[in-house]
């Protein structure tokens, strides 16, 4: 992967053009990465899908990021357990694929223990029950009603090995941002950043060092290279790992790690 | 909600400075039976707070007398305690607290816990 090695700025047209490098890589990657296989949903019904996000192309794309790191051998042989916290997790489907396959095939891997927060309750609830059908035994996976991880910054501070995120993105009017029904899952105000930038600090205080990384969703109105920068400042790396084209916008995982 | 899980969190209610640990007020608690883990527990002992589990076991013990008595500090050798390391593993994986609520130390503010899950959204005005 291309490598920056200093700051890179939004008018420095080399680093811009480095980016975009990144990005086409990242294309390239989500190319070859089988399409990974969803959990069962059945469970629910369209009732719960009136106030919960339902799975789409964020959240497929997200799996298979999660497919791609597992198979890449993410905390392979490690002996310590590994703790993974989605926030805003809406139907956790992210959580349970990469619970599901912890233990796939060749690798070692230690036991995962798994938080989850929303603040939308009805979110949780489902959650919750797709966890009951579709987690493997033993499980391990705790939900809080919470924004963001605000009510576990201090007892999950740097013990965050994965964290997960697919944030409300999508560019809004400010004043519809707040909400605890689905509109959660997607309003983000201006630029759809005001969700994402409360989160740069808490992702910061949260990941372990120096293994911890975090996944996260942008598109491009969230002007992922400005957000790279914050990352930087903070001692963090930011770099697309899988980017696809869905709709009307280029859907992109950033995977977040210690420089 | 487990015990493990009470652990790492908190109250953030306005003007608190402390709001940790959470008392628990428990109504509903029910065990759910895993086979230990030894190593799982020993690898994370040292990532919790003792004193908050002690305290936990202590109130939920009021209302679920089944639970085994802690000591109220962790002795040296635990991994030759066959039978601290056992309880230790109940309480903080088999143990749920399935309805009540948690109470901030500071501000007796009441977090409900509804089906497994606390509820530590705040108002406006306590944020």
């Given at each position: 992967?291309?490598?920056?090695?200093?700051?890179?700025?939004?008018?420095?047209?080399?680093?811009?053009?480095?980016?975009?490098?990144?990005?086409?890589?990242?294309?390239?990657?989500?190319?070859?990465?089988?399409?990974?296989?969803?959990?069962?949903?059945?469970?629910?019904?369209?009732?719960?899908?009136?106030?919960?996000?339902?799975?789409?192309s964020d959240?497929?794309?997200?799996?298979?990021?999660?497919?791609?790191?597992?198979?890449?051998?993410?905390?392979?042989?490690?002996?310590?357990?590994?703790?993974?916290?989605?926030?805003?997790?809406?139907?956790?489907?992210?959580?349970?694929?990469?619970?599901?396959?912890?233990?796939?095939?060749?690798?070692?891997?230690?036991?995962?223990?798994?938080?989850?927060?929303?603040?939308?309750?009805?979110?949780?609830?489902?959650?919750?029950?797709?966890?009951?059908?579709?987690?493997?035994?033993?499980?391990?996976?705790?939900?809080?009603?919470?924004?963001?991880?605000?009510?576990?910054?201090?007892?999950?501070?740097?013990?965050?090995?994965?964290?997960?995120?697919?944030?409300?993105y999508v560019s809004?009017?400010?004043?519809?941002?707040?909400?605890?029904?689905?509109?959660?899952?997607?309003?983000?105000?201006?630029?759809g950043?005001?969700?994402?930038?409360?989160?740069?600090?808490?992702?910061?205080?949260?990941?372990?060092?120096?293994?911890?990384?975090?996944?996260?969703v942008t598109v491009e109105d969230n002007?992922?290279?400005?957000?790279?920068?914050?990352?930087?400042?903070?001692?963090?790396?930011?770099?697309?790992?899988?980017?696809r084209k869905a709709f009307n916008e280029r859907l992109t995982?950033?995977?977040?790690?210690?420089? | 909600?487990?015990?493990?899980?009470?652990?790492?969190?908190?109250?953030?209610?306005?003007?608190?400075?402390?709001?940790?640990?959470?008392?628990?007020?428990?109504?509903?608690?029910?065990?759910?039976?895993?086979?230990?883990?030894?190593?799982?527990?020993?690898?994370?002992?040292?990532?919790?707070?003792?004193?908050?589990?002690?305290?936990?076991?202590?109130?939920?013990?009021?209302?679920?007398?089944?639970?085994?008595?802690?000591?109220?500090?962790?002795?040296?050798?635990?991994?030759?305690?066959?039978?601290?390391?056992?309880?230790?593993?109940?309480?903080?994986?088999?143990?749920?607290?399935?309805?009540?609520?948690?109470?901030?130390?500071?501000?007796?503010?009441?977090?409900?816990?509804?089906?497994?899950?606390?509820?530590?959204?705040?108002?406006?005005?306590?944020?």
């Open positions: 992967m291309t490598e920056f090695h200093r700051l890179p700025s939004k008018h420095d047209e080399q680093h811009s053009e480095q980016w975009e490098k990144l990005n086409t890589e990242a294309e390239i990657r989500a190319k070859k990465e089988p399409t990974a296989p969803m959990p069962d949903l059945d469970h629910l019904t369209s009732d719960d899908f009136q106030h919960v996000y339902e799975p789409a959240t497929f794309l997200l799996i298979d990021a999660i497919q791609y790191e597992l198979r890449s051998g993410l905390f392979r042989d490690r002996l310590e357990p590994v703790i993974a916290l989605e926030l805003g997790c809406g139907t956790a489907v992210p959580s349970v694929f990469l619970r599901r396959h912890w233990q796939d095939v060749k690798y070692f891997r230690p036991t995962l223990l798994s938080f989850a927060t929303d603040v939308n309750p009805r979110a949780l609830e489902v959650a919750q029950s797709t966890v009951k059908i579709a987690d493997p035994h033993p499980h391990f996976f705790e939900f809080v009603r919470c924004d963001l991880a605000s009510s576990l910054l201090n007892g999950l501070h740097r013990r965050v090995s994965i964290l997960l995120f697919n944030p409300p809004t009017p400010d004043e519809e941002v707040g909400g605890v029904d689905i509109e959660a899952s997607w309003a983000g105000g201006k630029n950043r005001r969700v994402i930038d409360r989160a740069i600090s808490q992702i910061e205080h949260l990941l372990e060092k120096p293994y911890g990384m975090a996944y996260l002007n992922p290279f400005e957000l790279a920068q914050r990352f930087q400042q903070l001692g963090l790396k930011m770099r697309p790992l899988l980017r995982i950033q995977k977040v790690e210690w420089i | 909600m487990r015990l493990l899980t009470h652990n790492y969190l908190q109250s953030n209610v306005k003007g608190t400075e402390e709001g940790y640990p959470l008392g628990i007020v428990p109504e509903t608690v029910e065990i759910e039976k895993s086979p230990v883990d030894r190593e799982l527990l020993l690898s994370i002992l040292p990532k919790l707070n003792y004193d908050a589990v002690h305290q936990a076991v202590a109130q939920l013990r009021l209302h679920c007398s089944t639970l085994p008595k802690l000591p109220s500090t962790l002795p040296e050798n635990i991994s030759n305690d066959e039978n601290l390391v056992n309880d230790l593993y109940f309480v903080l994986f088999d143990v749920h607290v399935k309805n009540g609520c948690l109470v901030c130390p500071a501000t007796q503010r009441k977090f409900p816990i509804k089906d497994g899950i606390p509820n530590m959204i705040l108002h406006e005005d306590e944020i």
